[in-house]
């Protein structure tokens, strides 16, 4: 661009040239902008139950990168025709070509500048609509618990609830449920697809935690409504397993089998993780009771900072103090834990991954020795 400059004749061109770079850039950040609210307004009207709702600046973005792809194809097609029709004639090739880099270098800058300013804009237009969102809460959250909970944060710990605050909640909207917290205004979702949910006021949330960190296959999956629908339709959607077989049931529990590759042959089938977890304490009892009724095998080994669900026996064997502490004195007492298996944090720097095993194992092998040492003390006692 300097050396464009230093001559007038190239100076007059380069001038033309930025006018003529500003007026296309200028026409597509219009046809941007325009091609924006149409994506906008189609997500979030015209087809509501197909398309995820996006927000302007998303729908913005989306018809930027689409423009601004179309314009590439564009620009290497005209390098192509260029090629094809001068390929015989070196110096109008190269002079043409020469022009059309001038071009895009002055094109690419000013497209920099527009889409700069416009993404601005639009940050700023998010940061104030996410300041009156929150102040909208802020107020509405203030008014409902001034009086009757004298809060000053909807993020108040968790801890024992007074009489006098439960009393002034159940005066409290239509939610009577115990799962909530006390002091937190939650959203209300009336639909949900694939990623995002949606909220009675029509706002779409991109639920980045999948729910409780399970919800992998997303909502509203069509596969599993059919398969659900399919299943009532036929009546048998629950059997009592004590004295029945389901088809569907079977066909499930092969499938998981075979998909180990032979490493298991048996599945339960349970209703949650906690359910689970506490199906599977139980059958290592009852395979060591079947045994031998008077057996003392009956310590758990589990990790440091885990958790395998809410039920007592679950919670017991989890390692998590904060949701612990309440039940102390009704939790299984035969439960020890060995450290997490946490490489990232815990493996030394020159360590190899075979030494880091060996250490954990060790770990584990030393707890179980010290825990058989208690079994014969016990059995020495009992003995006496």
Same mark, same amino acid.
């Given at each position: 661009?300097?050396?464009l400059?230093m001559?007038? $004749?190239?100076?007059?061109?380069?001038?033309?040239?930025?006018?003529k770079?500003?007026y296309?850039?200028s026409?597509?950040? %219009?046809l /941007?902008?325009?091609?924006?609210l149409f994506?906008?307004?189609? /997500?979030n009207y +015209?087809? #509501?139950?197909i398309?995820?709702q996006?927000?302007?600046?998303?729908s913005?973005?989306?018809?930027k990168?689409?423009?601004?792809?179309?314009l590439?194809?564009?620009?290497?097609?005209?390098i192509?025709?260029?090629?094809?029709y !001068?390929?015989k004639?070196p110096?109008i090739?190269?002079?043409?070509?020469?022009?059309?880099?001038s /071009? %895009?270098?002055? %094109?690419a800058?000013?497209y920099q500048?527009?889409?700069?300013?416009?993404?601005?804009i639009?940050?700023?237009?998010?940061?104030?609509?996410l300041?009156?969102?929150? %102040?909208?809460? @802020?107020?509405?959250? #203030?008014?409902?618990?001034q009086?009757? +909970?004298?809060?000053?944060?909807?993020d108040k710990?968790?801890g024992?609830a007074r009489?006098?605050?439960?009393s002034?909640?159940?005066?409290?909207?239509?939610d $009577?449920?115990?799962?909530? !917290?006390?002091y937190?205004d939650?959203?209300k979702?009336?639909?949900?697809k694939?990623?995002y +949910?949606?909220?009675?006021? *029509?706002?779409?949330i991109?639920?980045?935690?999948?729910g409780?960190?399970?919800a992998?296959?997303?909502?509203?999956?069509?596969?599993v409504?059919d398969?659900m !629908?399919?299943k009532?339709?036929?009546?048998?959607?629950?059997l009592?397993?004590?004295?029945?077989?389901d088809?569907?049931v079977?066909?499930?529990?092969?499938?998981?089998?075979?998909s180990?590759?032979? =490493?298991?042959?048996?599945v339960?089938l349970? *209703?949650?993780g906690s359910?689970a977890?506490e199906?599977?304490?139980?059958?290592?009892?009852?395979?060591?009771?079947?045994?031998?009724?008077?057996t003392?095998?009956?310590?758990i080994?589990?990790?440091?900072?885990?958790?395998?669900g809410?039920?007592?026996g679950?919670?017991?064997?989890?390692?998590?103090p904060s949701?612990?502490?309440?039940?102390k004195?009704? +939790?299984m007492s035969?439960?020890?834990?060995?450290? /997490?298996c946490?490489?990232y944090?815990?493996?030394l720097d020159g360590e190899s991954d075979?030494?880091?095993?060996a250490? @954990?194992?060790d770990?584990?092998? @030393? @707890?179980?020795?010290?825990?058989?040492?208690k079994?014969?003390n016990g =059995?020495?006692?009992?003995?006496?």
């Open positions: 661009m300097v050396y400059m001559w007038e $004749k190239n100076a007059q061109e380069f001038e033309e040239l930025c006018i770079g500003i296309m850039i026409n597509l950040a %219009l /941007s902008l325009i091609f924006a994506v906008y307004f189609a /997500s +015209l087809f #509501y139950d398309w995820v996006l927000p302007f600046i998303k913005f973005y989306i018809s990168n689409i423009l601004g792809f179309c590439s194809i564009k620009i290497v097609i005209s192509i025709e260029i090629i094809y !001068h390929w004639e110096k090739l190269c002079d043409k070509l020469y022009k059309l880099l /071009s %895009l270098i002055v %094109l800058f000013f500048v527009i889409y700069v300013i416009c993404g601005a639009l940050i700023i237009c998010d940061d104030i609509e300041m009156e969102f929150k %102040l909208e809460i @802020k107020l509405k959250n #203030y008014s409902k618990y009086s009757e +909970l004298k809060v000053k944060s909807l710990p968790a024992p009489p006098e605050d439960l002034s909640l159940a005066l409290q909207g239509d $009577k449920s115990l799962n909530h !917290h006390f937190k939650y959203p979702i009336v639909k949900a694939g990623k +949910l949606y909220t009675d006021k *029509g706002r779409g991109f639920d980045a935690c999948s409780a960190a399970v992998s296959i997303g909502y509203g999956n069509q596969d409504i398969a !629908h399919k009532n339709m036929s009546g048998t959607h629950y009592a397993s004590s004295f029945w077989k088809n569907d079977l066909e499930l529990q092969k499938n998981l089998a075979d180990t590759d032979g =490493l298991l042959n048996k339960y349970t *209703g949650s359910d977890t199906a599977a304490i139980k059958l290592a009892c009852q395979y060591y009771y079947d045994q031998d009724s008077e003392q095998r009956k310590y080994i589990s990790r440091d900072h885990s958790y395998h809410n039920t007592l679950a919670l017991s064997i989890s390692e998590f949701r612990q502490a309440p039940y004195g009704i +939790l035969n439960v020890e834990y060995v450290s /997490s946490y490489p944090r815990q493996q075979e030494d880091f095993v250490k @954990k194992a770990e584990f092998e @030393k @707890k179980n020795t010290r825990n058989r040492a079994k014969s =059995l020495h006692r009992r003995a006496c």
